[in-house]
């Protein structure tokens, strides 16, 4: 194996140089393992070290269970108590001029992901000039839920400490501190929209970049307590990071399955993400889309954000016993006299997947679209985009699909499987284009406007991407208005 050494704030790491002259560090800690006294602690900075520390293997993963029934990307789970770690990827640890960094945070609804996941290798982003980390963090209970006796959001701190150890480091891999662009999928495109809410992390990216981004609604401490009280009542178990510490790993996720469970019990609390983000008043100002749609968040961070058409259609419906569809959109947020336009207006829809229609929309697009929106009437700079390519594999263009298009990496582990034989390279070199241009030039290419309140300009990601005026205005007035 061809190595390399470079020497970070805490110590020496050995990477490795790969075939086509790129480098990778993999598993580097930016915090300390979160076990004893740590395991429900705000991040703290690692041990420095003074022998080289190797750095060829991804480091342990917060997630232990397979999740590859509710998930197309491969997500290794590699065990350890070391998970707040990060990868760096860079084409040239000293190149002529610092590169472009772009920080990936990965998705998993905020109780599963894996930053090992070979759908997030760096290696086309290098060949383009632009430096990516990607980095591990706190899951569920550990990473979530409000204990009475620890802080709030630790996954959230987490995310923060990886950012700053990019701010202190990123220099020694042949990238710029300066120019960072923070990016994730899913539960990662809502941790970057988390954290253009977050006071503490400004100054730590210049540019965002959000995918399928999903956040907690409700969103306050109300609903935090509220899940705490009923991981108690569910499991006898009480809420503090005393009773929790000495816990394995299997012994507290069977007390998050439990949490996460069906149940009336649960009114109140959000039909998903009960574990995730939440305004806690402190880290968290206010409740996130609050913040970006009516408040200054992130007001002079350009941000790219968009979703695929139809992330979540596959979900099944309730059935002919289940209840009906105007009951489950009123538990989705949609006024009971919208329950009937959003069957006519999803007409084109088979009937059997209205309800994820539904999870889509409610989850991912009028969100996002509501935060397009808000920043465009303040002219802020923002572009908007619809992922519309249907993969052969299940005639949609289903959550997380777009991912390999994004990296360039349709040879890659399960893409065929997610996107069928002969993924079109073209669609895969325009997206990953357009993303090399924001992270490099904070702008995504001259043949994709900014997303304004004249015209609502947004990029149609298909076989033959395009420009198209205003086409989610179904969502925006289902949905928005």
């Given at each position: ?35 004893g ?22 480091g342990?993963t ?70 990516l980390?990607?980095?591990g ?15 709030d959001?630790?996954?959230v ?5 990886a950012?700053e ?8 891999f ?18 970057v ?7 503490a992390a ?14 907690m ?5 109300e609903v ?7 991981f ?5 178990v ?13 012994e ?5 399955d439990?949490?996460?469970?069906p149940g ?45 058409a ?9 059935g ?19 329950a ?6 999803y007409a ?28 465009a009437?303040?002219?802020?700079p ?45 669609l ?14 904070l ?32 969502v ?6």
């Open positions: 194996m061809n190595t390399a050494l470079v020497d970070t704030a805490g110590g020496p790491v050995r990477g490795e140089r790969r075939a086509d002259g790129s480098l990778r560090f993999l598993g580097i800690p930016y915090a300390q393992p979160p076990v006294a740590l395991r429900f602690a705000a991040p703290v900075p690692p041990e420095p070290w003074t022998e080289p520390l190797d750095a060829t293997a991804y342990p917060a997630q232990r269970r397979p999740f590859a029934d509710v998930t197309t990307i491969p997500e290794p789970s590699v065990p350890g108590d070391g998970v707040l770690n990060l990868n760096v990827f860079t084409p040239d640890t000293a190149p002529e001029a610092p590169l472009p960094v772009l920080v990936w945070i990965h998705g998993g609804g905020y109780v599963a992901g894996s930053a090992a996941s070979p759908w997030y290798d760096g290696s086309a982003f290098n060949r383009d000039g632009v430096a980390v990607s980095l963090y706190r899951l569920g209970i550990e990473g979530f839920l409000h204990l009475d006796d620890a802080p959001n630790r996954g701190r987490d995310w923060i400490a950012l150890w990019v701010r202190d480091n990123i220099a020694r042949g990238g710029d501190p300066a120019r960072v662009t923070v990016a994730g999928q899913s539960a990662g495109g809502g941790a929209q988390t954290l253009l809410a977050v006071p400004r100054g730590l990216f210049r540019a965002a970049l959000s995918v399928s981004g999903a956040v609604r409700p969103d306050g401490p935090a307590r509220a899940a705490s009280r009923l108690t009542a569910r499991t006898g009480p809420a503090t990071a005393e009773a929790l510490r000495e816990l394995g790993s299997e507290l996720l069977d007390l998050q439990r949490l996460g469970a009336p019990d649960r009114e109140g609390l959000p039909p998903m993400l009960s574990l995730a983000p939440f305004a806690d008043g402190e880290l968290i100002p206010e409740a996130v889309l609050d913040a970006l749609t009516a408040g200054e968040a992130g007001a002079d961070v350009p941000l790219m954000l968009g979703f695929t139809h992330e979540f259609n596959a979900v099944p419906g309730p002919p016993d289940g209840p009906p569809l105007p009951v489950l959109l009123g538990g989705l947020g949609l006024a009971p006299d919208r009937a336009a959003f069957a006519d207006s084109d829809v088979d009937p059997d997947r209205l309800f994820g229609q539904a999870l889509t929309d409610a989850t991912f697009r009028a969100p996002s679209l509501a935060v397009a929106d808000a920043r009437a303040r002219e802020r923002t572009w908007l985009y619809e992922f519309t390519w249907e993969s052969p594999a299940d005639g949609t263009a289903f959550h997380c699909l777009d991912l390999p298009f994004a990296f360039d990496l349709l040879d890659a582990e399960g893409v065929t499987a997610a996107a069928g034989d002969h993924p079109p390279q073209a895969a070199d325009a997206v990953h284009g357009a993303w090399v241009s924001f992270v490099r030039d702008d995504p290419g001259a043949d994709w406007p900014r997303y304004t309140a004249a015209d609502r300009a947004t990029m149609v990601w298909d076989v033959e991407p395009h420009v198209a005026h205003d086409p989610l205005h179904r925006r007035a289902l949905w928005n208005e």
